[in-house]
């Protein structure tokens, strides 16, 4: 494969996209994100800003890759833990992949792409790690002739 275009880790905890929230202002519903959500989407553009210093966002199609790392439980038998920190055990937990995938790729928006509509292709993945974190990798994609 390619090196990727763009390549770099956001020291970030991943936190998924939770269901919004409705509130009536002025008589009209207004829907919006938890305050979790917006904090996180907040701290991700912020670090994510910081790597792409100097670099317009990305326009066209795009390959995509993320891997999102997230905390051991504390709460485990030193056994378990250790299998989990070392990766012999993958995250079959809530929250969901996707549910990690849509607030971090809303919250690159404007400032890795133009806009999420352009990730074309992805690979996602979801791992434990004692360093919660985020590792992106992004390539120019290209038609291949279907699968």
């Known amino acids: 494969m390619t090196k990727p275009i763009i390549s770099f880790t956001i020291k970030a905890v991943p936190q998924p996209q939770l269901r919004p929230r409705i509130a009536t202002v002025g ?84 400032v890795v792409w133009v806009d999420d509509r352009t990730i074309t292709t992805e690979v996602i993945k979801k791992r434990y790690s004692t360093t919660p974190r985020i590792a992106l990798k992004v390539w120019r994609d290209v038609a291949d002739g279907g699968c």
């Open 27 to 110: 008589g009209h519903p207004h829907v919006y994100d938890p305050k979790s959500t917006r904090d996180f989407k907040k701290i991700v553009t912020k670090l994510a800003s910081s790597e792409m210093a100097g670099i317009e966002p990305i326009t066209g199609p795009i390959k995509v890759s993320f891997t999102f790392y997230r905390p051991v439980q504390q709460s485990l038998s030193k056994n378990e833990f250790d299998k989990r920190a070392s990766g012999d055990e993958l995250p079959v937990v809530k929250p969901d992949v996707s549910n990690y995938l849509k607030a971090t790729e809303d919250a690159l928006n404007g």
